[in-house]
């Protein structure tokens, strides 16, 4: 028999293998296939790579590939689309039209599953993300297997409560906490279930830096001895946020630090992060703080999930900060140092999405609850640069 796994991400990629370890007991054969939204080919390739700590049977990639070097930051057009698309006047056209492309988009990647996958085996499980594209798809192709749904992020805490009825598993890192809220709430949490135990993950993530074919010159570039800083930079472009929220943010943290001369700062962007906004913060660190500083950039180990990376840092990072990324509150979690500073900016980055396009507005604060009442137990939130 086959499980599908469906994955957009190198990290949920490892949450999956943690669950397919835990549970293949050899009667199964697991197909891994990357979701349809663009990557960039060295994601893509550390995203396979995982053949080499886990034993997939297939792998099948429904995305597009997109050169290493491209910049994510959204076109003047792409911008007035994201804005104009929710007006009343343009949606029902611009729906019309999605529509039509996502009814040929799910033909073409049903003939490619089915085309991969013939003769191979019935499926009995698919393991997918809430707003993974070809679920619909897996649904429609595959209609008696059992379905389990993992997170990706903060959002898929708040998705899943419109999930219904709840006839599948969501494995997630913050169950208990999860289970609590819903529970306070009054809402059933019996679908509600754990996704990894006390160092499960730390053990994953030295695994695949060590079966990496550049561990060397990932280990010699990023590993650094003496009191760390990291700073986990975000894929905020959506928000067409001001360049000056950059330094802003970099000042915010900079001013929790104490002695910062006396650190070295980790500047950790995200894969799909803009060029632009990599440079203003890496510009600001090393020239205008004048501060001792290490950007990940233009390298493989960008591509990786720094909760993997952080396997390198955790023994001597004192503070981590992050706007509202899920990684701050998974890094707390998954290695739990309780001598380092979890620092997370959510109230703080409410002043700079005055120009953000509606339907971003709306997830922004429809996830504000779980952020606060379930993802930052181990987390302070800080909303201004002056330390309390």
């Not at 898929?156 to 969501?170: L, R």
Request: glycine share 2%; proline share 4%; hydrophobic share 40%.
């Amino acid at each position: 028999m086959l499980r599908i796994f469906v994955s957009p991400s190198h990290l949920c990629t490892l949450y999956m293998i943690a669950y397919a370890r835990k549970t293949n007991n050899g009667n199964f054969k697991d197909v891994l296939i990357l979701d349809t939204p663009p990557k960039k080919a060295a994601l893509i390739k550390v995203i396979t790579d995982t053949v080499k700590i886990y034993p997939w049977a297939e792998i099948i990639n429904l995305s597009t590939v997109m050169p290493d070097e491209i910049d994510f930051t959204p076109n003047a057009r792409k911008s007035l689309t994201r804005k104009l698309k929710t007006k009343p006047i343009i949606k029902p056209i611009y729906d019309f039209l999605l529509k039509l492309h996502l009814k040929k988009q799910k033909n073409s990647e049903a003939k490619i599953i089915q085309n991969q996958l013939i003769g191979k085996g019935g499926v009995s499980e698919i393991n997918i993300l809430t707003q993974t594209g070809v679920n619909d798809v897996l649904f429609k192709l595959y209609t008696k297997a059992s379905v389990n749904y993992f997170e990706h992020g903060q959002g898929d805490y708040f998705f899943i409560q419109n999930i219904k009825p709840y006839t599948y598993n969501f494995y997630c890192v913050f169950a208990d906490k999860f289970k609590q809220y819903l529970q306070n709430r009054e809402q059933e949490n019996n679908y509600v279930k754990s996704l990894l135990s006390a160092n499960d993950f730390p053990a994953i993530a030295k695994e695949v830096i060590n079966t990496d074919v550049k561990q060397t010159v990932i280990k010699s570039q990023l590993q650094v001895e003496g009191k760390l800083v990291l700073i986990l930079m975000e894929n905020v472009q959506i928000y067409n946020v001001p360049d000056a929220f950059w330094t802003d943010y970099l000042d915010l943290c900079i001013a929790r630090v104490d002695s910062p001369n006396e650190y070295t700062f980790i500047l950790k962007p995200h894969p799909t992060q803009s060029i632009k906004s990599i440079e203003i913060s890496k510009n600001y660190i090393l020239n205008t703080c004048k501060l001792k500083a290490i950007v990940i950039e233009n390298n493989h180990a960008v591509n990786y999930s720094v909760e993997v990376l952080y396997s390198l840092w955790q023994d001597n990072t004192h503070y981590v900060f992050s706007v509202f990324s899920s990684a701050l509150y998974y890094i707390s979690k998954l290695y739990g140092n309780r001598a380092t500073k979890y620092y997370y900016a959510y109230d703080f980055f409410k002043k700079y999405i005055g120009d953000a396009p509606p339907q971003f507005i709306d997830i922004y604060t429809g996830i504000e609850d779980v952020v606060k009442n379930v993802l930052t137990e181990n987390c302070i939130n800080i909303s201004d640069n002056k330390p309390k």
